[in-house]
């Protein structure tokens, strides 16, 4: 079964929009998430590094204004897309790693597509 | 965050052919990874493979890794249609938490 469950899937709303996007380990306890986008044909890239309790890690170049995130449990992190634009409709997709996390794979979202009109 | 490069970016065979896909990296790392994604899905891992090792098998995947060239290659034998998707390698650094993924090689195998 799913080990991670990320909600909603699709997105459709009108720019000036703030949509949240939620992510939840279903299996293990979390302290570490991590949120990439990804255009289409292309790879993923890292967008932060969600810590519980404490503040996110952002990638260089990705404004945290923007993409607040918010990690209060150690099973849910949510992405906030703040006055999403256009130029924000992507792919989102979160994962999770369990504690110990050496040499141990992530697991992934089935991801979230979100469409700015 | 730099990148490994992947090729082919594209890979188009028929049905019961061997895939092969290369994937190469800049950094020291703990392991590398592979992972598949269907279209619009997330990705799902395929296999792990540590520092230390030098070729691994799953099924129908055979993973190697050539840490003197910072080099990985994924095989798939024996293809079937339902392999179609891209496939990522990641790798996972020492001292850091998170993965670097290379550009992705698409497949496509013809029925």
């Known amino acids: 079964g799913a080990v991670v469950s990320q909600h909603p899937s699709w997105v459709i709303c009108k720019s000036g929009t703030s949509v949240k996007i939620e992510c939840r380990s279903l299996d293990f306890q979390a302290t570490t998430m991590f949120w990439y986008r990804q255009f289409p044909k292309q790879s993923l890239m890292l967008m932060a590094t969600s810590n519980e309790g404490s503040k996110a890690t952002y990638e260089q170049g990705v404004e945290k204004d923007k993409f607040l995130i918010n990690h209060a449990s150690l099973t849910l992190s949510t992405l906030t897309v703040t006055s999403a634009h256009p130029e924000d409709s992507s792919f989102y997709i979160c994962?999770?790693?369990?504690?110990?996390?050496?040499?141990?794979?992530?697991?992934f979202g089935d991801g979230t597509r979100l469409s700015i009109l | 965050s730099q990148q490994g490069e992947e090729d082919p970016q594209a890979l188009s065979i028929q049905e019961g052919e061997n895939a092969t896909m290369n994937c190469s990296y800049k950094?020291?790392?703990?392991?590398l990874q592979w992972y598949r994604q269907n279209s619009g899905r997330g990705l799902v891992h395929l296999i792990l493979i540590r520092s230390n090792e030098r070729e691994k098998h799953s099924g129908r995947l055979r993973v190697t890794l050539d840490t003197s060239k910072k080099s990985s290659s994924l095989l798939i034998t024996a293809s079937r249609a339902a392999d179609t998707a891209s496939y990522f390698c990641?790798?996972?650094?020492?001292?850091?938490?998170?993965?670097?993924f290379g550009q992705g090689t698409r497949l496509t195998i013809n029925p």
């Open positions: 950094t020291s790392i703990n392991n």
């Open positions: 990641a790798t996972d650094s020492q001292g850091a938490q998170k993965l670097v």
């Open positions: 994962s999770v790693r369990e504690l110990g996390y050496s040499n141990q794979p992530q697991h």
